[in-house]
């Protein structure tokens, strides 16, 4: 017996990082360059990309970032899901600027 476990609507746009219909997905995510998002959503994206990644100048600084974006990420539910893996690319980039900050 198959099921058709495909999640694709005809016809309307779903922006997989903040889960809303949208009328366009005009913008390539960071995260693979490929995934559709809304202009809303690149937004975000460029916004938190300067929040974690930039204007980083002390470890301590790093360290508390860190922190933040695992609790930011310990809310979200879904491990599979577009933001998730996002923030979990945002996550890999900025172990490798805290590696080489010198201590
Ligand atoms: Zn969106």
Known sequence: MTENYSTETVGIDFCPFCERVSLTLPKLSHLDKQTQICSLCSHIESML?????????????????????????????NIDS???????????LMRVNLKNFKA
């Open 82 to 92: 577009h933001k998730f893996r996002y923030l979990t690319m945002i996550k890999s």
């Open 49 to 77: 990309e300067f929040k974690y990644l930039f204007n980083g100048n002390s470890r301590k600084i790093l360290e508390e970032r860190l922190n933040r974006i695992n609790s930011d990420m310990y809310k979200i539910e």
